[in-house]
């Protein structure tokens, strides 16, 4: 294993502290993704015919934010630890004691935007076509949150970037696969959504972008996954595919779906 790797920049994941209170950058991560994606919805629905208008955005903030706050601990205490929170119950929604999932997030902001667009008769395709837009926004910097923290640290590598955690109990240099994530997650994905909406006419199609967002994701995670070093109680569950993979293929499969269902549809 080479001795050569780049220093981790450790940074106290407590930006403030007073007595009881502490302002965590895994906190400020969220609270700017969901800050800027919504901004970035705003400014998208103008654009986007037959979509909902920036009120009904501004009213659906509030949503999206318990949503992704109960949908991603939810996520992680079934789909990542159900036996440890089966026998200690009184734990599964302390989320400061960290531990996310992004596919219950996605899931539970999927059931907030249904029941949002039910009562406020708004087409459930053309806000899942901004939300699938802007959500790479707030996975880039939920990515570097975790690295900030230290967690979700990539497998042991030979690589010159590698870096050494501090959280790491065997002290290896490892891939900083959350900012593999961060990139392909985060920037890859904005980048293309955001030329897709604002040089193609798939705006046009409902439910076309919404597709385009859940394939591009589940093909992300699925590519950042071989270079993450799976959850110590999961490890791998078929040879060498890890749970983040078996939940992200599907996803691949769906968001085809739904871009040619769009499609044909229109």
Not at 208 to 232: Q, S
Request: glycine share 10%; aromatic share 14%.
């Amino acid at each position: 294993m080479s001795l050569l790797t780049l220093p981790y920049p450790a940074i106290d994941p407590v930006l403030i502290e007073i007595g009881p209170l502490a302002i965590r950058w895994y906190a400020l991560s969220y609270i700017a993704g969901l800050i800027l994606a919504w901004r970035y919805m705003r400014w998208a629905t103008v654009r986007q015919p037959g979509g909902p208008n920036p009120v009904k955005i501004d009213d659906f903030l509030a949503w999206a934010t318990i949503a992704v706050v109960l949908g991603g601990r939810l996520g992680y205490v079934l789909f990542y630890r159900p036996g440890y929170y089966l026998e200690n119950p009184a734990e599964a929604l302390a989320v400061w004691q960290g531990g996310m999932s992004f596919h219950g997030g996605f899931l539970g902001v999927v059931i907030a935007a249904i029941l949002f667009c039910r009562k406020n008769d708004i087409a459930y395709l053309r806000l899942g076509d901004l939300l699938g837009v802007a959500a790479p926004i707030g996975l880039f910097f939920g990515r570097l949150a975790n690295f900030v923290n230290g967690e979700l640290y990539g497998r042991a590598t030979e690589v010159p970037w590698a870096m050494v955690f501090p959280t790491d109990p065997l002290q290896a240099p490892r891939h900083p696969s959350q900012l593999y994530e961060a990139a392909l997650e985060g920037l890859v994905l904005f980048l293309i959504m955001h030329l897709l909406f604002s040089l193609t006419r798939l705006k046009d199609t409902p439910g076309a972008l919404m597709g385009c967002f859940v394939m591009g994701y589940g093909l992300a995670r699925t590519t950042a996954e071989f270079f993450r070093e799976p959850d110590a109680h999961l490890g791998f569950l078929i040879g060498p595919v890890t749970m983040g993979q078996i939940l992200s293929v599907p996803m691949v499969l769906i968001g085809l779906a739904i871009f040619i269902w769009a499609r044909k549809r229109a």
